[in-house]
């Protein structure tokens, strides 16, 4: 898989693709909670990264605005979000960076 997490147009740009799936978001900040990283852009939720169901899977999903079909979820590497987290904390993006230690401990 090939990755990127960068500063692109005011925002912090996160991309993964493989032969089968590209995710791809842009966000000013990174909500963490227990268990999820919320991906926000000018206060909306734009997507998520979430741990499927206690299971070792980590999903990460976009919010497409669309009528009867609200998100595309696919699952990503425990590296990838690794880096995400890293890079909205060195970035200054995380809301909550207590809650950011929390979601380490609980899902990477």
């Known amino acids: 898989m090939d990755s990127v997490i960068t500063e692109h147009d005011g925002l912090l740009l996160a991309r993964i693709e493989d032969d089968h799936m590209v995710f791809e978001v842009s966000f000013d ?6 268990v ?3 991906f926000n852009r000018d206060g909306q939720k734009v997507g998520s990264i979430y741990n499927d169901d206690g299971t070792a899977r980590t999903m990460a999903r976009l919010t ?6 609200d ?11 690794t880096d995400v987290l890293d890079a ?6 995380v809301t909550d960076e207590t809650a950011a230690a929390g979601y380490r401990t609980r899902v990477l």
Do not use: H
């Open 29 to 34: 900040e990174l909500e963490p909670t227990d």
């Open 64 to 69: 497409t605005g669309r009528e009867g079909n």
């Open 88 to 93: 909205a904390e060195e970035s200054g993006r």
């Open 71 to 81: 998100f595309i979820g696919v699952e990503v590497p425990k590296s990838f979000v």
């Open 36 to 38: 999820t990283l919320r």
